[in-house]
């Protein structure tokens, strides 16, 4: 070697871990053996891919192979591949900031749980470390396919520094020897590495080969990709253990499709639809789930082409042979056989959830809370599959007994009263909020389902659905309501109300003048004093509060003030109005009025100090006598 070795510190969070690790993740110590295959595994996948653009990365056609070697007098385990390698950078960079900030979001992750931690190794890219449970200490020895540089001997002890230098080893690949602790050899035993392989690397893409009993090198894993065999040949168990060890699945998934096409467009797909959402499913970098081959070789690892982003949380491989070896991702973005993918892809993941709502409706509504406000971006976004999409949707309603339960808009519209016309739905921040809305008091009387659209995704999707076989969705707070012939004793009423409250109600728009643009006697309220409406186009509370929190510029709107002509307060305010219609009580009591209607929908009064001096001035008035 040209060069001694080179003490290097390691960074503050990789101490951190590094010291978790040691010290704390025990349950799960034979992980390290899936990390470190796993990671040998993606060394092959990358320099297939590299090779696509360079043969003679690939030159002599040599065997893609990842191989392990037991050593019980020198108590070590070593897991060689021919893969991609590293330079001397990529060595500091990969091991030394555990991939960069993964080591952070995993020590935020940490519940304290260690078989739930233990699980979360290698989903932030600190698998490598997954070593120091067993090791003493562990050695690299790694050279760069394609690079002129020397091979890289890195080795760590894993306490707060590590050391680097030049080795000797001249073909491509890497080579990580753990030197395992007294009381861990038995990681030495070919019975209990075979079995550890079994159980979490079955189904690695390429083969892996361990010495047997009688120290001849055998293949330990299966040699054909699950996803091109027969369903008949896979059980449930295999499927599962392919999710968790090849997909990264921490839990069950909820749902399986595995399918090959044949005939004028050739491909193997295996989906999975997880029952837990991701803790990033929202973050806008997050990526797919669903990984591209092209004749078995690795192309992508999270292939947004392949399924729209509404479907991001499903994870999966396709494997096409009709594209090019050499396919990038601009290709992809162009190329009409990824569309026919994607588009039978789509149908079939629909499908599948359309048959688990009906057949399987506990497993339907652990997906519908994990990923329904996603599922609901398609309606915006897809429209070419608005009807399937329309068939799976689902809502909380006025109807359903808890949060967690969900009506779809057939159910809806089956049990629609007679006469009912419209659909109709109301938004807010929660369901609590939503069900104690004053705008609901006389669909309760009447017994007429309203649904409770408390996803921030729905203000924007109500507006595609417009209506759904024939109905208009309409918000219970907007417009003038009219429920037709629901509604016609009401209108009857209303229509003296409005003679008998209409100067009281141009008085009370004279002292609000400033908080609302019209006064207007209601039908909708039962109990309730006031409440506030927007107009037919008006933007609602929830989604005025929705775009202040997105940072956009919103106008204020005034909205109207509808009163309950037979509500106490009303006949009393009448009362006095018509024995002094410049009485001050009047002024209280309209401003109260109003905000008390802005408390009612979950909204801020303009002056709460103002509503507090109000309330305590009626309240000395009332005890006084």
């Known amino acids: 070697m040209a060069d001694g070795p080179q003490h290097m510190q390691f960074q503050t969070e990789a101490k951190q871990l590094l010291h978790l690790m040691i010290h704390a993740l025990y349950s799960h110590k034979e992980v390290f053996i899936r990390e470190l295959v796993s990671n040998a595994s993606d060394a092959l996948d990358k320099l297939r891919f590299e090779s696509l653009t360079n043969s003679s990365l690939l030159s002599g056609n040599k065997e893609l192979a990842i191989r392990i070697k037991l050593d019980k007098n020198a108590k070590t385990i070593t897991i060689s591949d021919n893969g991609i390698g590293m330079t001397r950078q990529e060595v500091i960079d990969n091991i030394g900031t555990i991939a960069r900030s993964g080591s952070k979001a995993f020590l935020e992750k940490m519940s304290g749980d260690q078989k739930a931690d233990s699980n979360l190794i290698g989903q932030f890219g600190v698998g490598f470390y997954s070593a120091f449970m067993v090791a003493s200490s562990v050695k690299v020895v790694t050279k760069r396919a394609g690079s002129d540089e020397p091979a890289v001997v890195w080795e760590s002890k894993g306490e707060s520094e590590f050391t680097i230098a030049e080795a ?25 590495v075979r079995s550890i392989i079994k159980k979490y690397s079955d189904f690695i893409a390429f083969p892996i080969y361990l010495p047997n009993d009688k120290g001849t090198d055998e293949i330990v894993n299966q040699s054909k990709p699950l996803w091109r065999r027969a369903t008949s040949e896979i059980t449930q168990e295999q499927y599962e253990e392919f999710y968790q060890q090849v997909l990264g699945g921490y839990e069950k998934p909820l749902s399986i499709l595995h399918n090959r096409a044949e005939g004028i467009m050739e491909y193997s797909s295996l989906l999975f639809i997880p029952s837990k959402a991701p803790f990033d499913l929202f973050n806008m970098e997050r990526k797919h789930g669903v990984k591209l081959y092209v004749k078995r070789v690795f192309i992508l690892d999270n292939c947004k082409e392949l399924l729209p982003e509404y479907l991001r949380f499903v994870r999966g491989i396709v494997d096409s042979e009709d594209l090019p070896l050499n396919v990038s991702r601009e290709m992809l973005q162009k190329n009409p056989v990824i569309d026919k993918i994607q588009k039978a892809l789509v149908s079939k993941v629909l499908g599948k959830l359309k048959e688990m709502a009906e057949n399987e409706p506990e497993n339907f509504k652990t997906f519908w809370k994990e990923f329904g406000p996603v599922i609901k971006e398609g309606l915006h976004t897809d429209y070419e599959n608005k009807d399937k999409l329309l068939e799976i949707i689902r809502f909380q309603s006025s109807m359903c007994e808890s949060k967690d339960d969900f009506v779809s808009l057939k159910q809806y519209t089956s049990r629609m009263r007679t006469d ?9 921040e929660s369901r609590e909020i939503a069900e104690k809305s004053p705008h609901l008091e006389i669909f309760k009387s009447k017994s007429i389902e309203v649904l409770y659209l408390t996803d921030p995704i729905d203000e924007w999707v109500v507006h595609d659905i417009m209506n759904y076989d024939g109905k208009q969705l309409k918000s219970v707070t907007q417009g003038n309501l009219d429920l037709g012939e629901l509604g016609k004793e009401e209108e009857a009423a209303k229509k003296e109300s409005e003679s008998k409250y209409k100067k ?15 006064v207007r006697i209601t039908t909708r309220l039962k109990d309730s004093p006031a409440c506030l409406v927007a107009d037919d186009n008006g933007m609602t509370p929830h989604m005025e509060k929705l775009m202040k929190a997105m940072g956009q510029g919103v106008t204020e709107q005034k909205r109207i003030l509808e009163i309950n002509g037979d509500h106490p307060i009303l006949s009393n305010m009448k009362f006095w109005f018509e024995k002094d219609s410049k009485d001050t009580n009047l002024e209280e009591w309209a401003h109260l009025l109003f905000e008390q209607a802005l408390i009612a929908e979950g909204q801020m009064v303009p002056d709460p100090l103002a509503y507090s001096r109000r309330v305590n001035n009626l309240l000395v008035k009332a005890s006084s006598i």
């Open 504 to 518: 009281l109600s141009e008085r009370i728009k004279d002292i609000l003048a400033d908080n609302v643009k019209e």
């Open 420 to 428: 009912q016309k419209d659909i109709y739905y109301i938004t807010g």
């Open 168 to 192: 000797d080893k001249t073909e491509a690949g890497t080579d990580i020897t753990v030197y395992l602790k007294d009381d861990e050899t038995t990681y030495t035993e070919e019975w209990q």
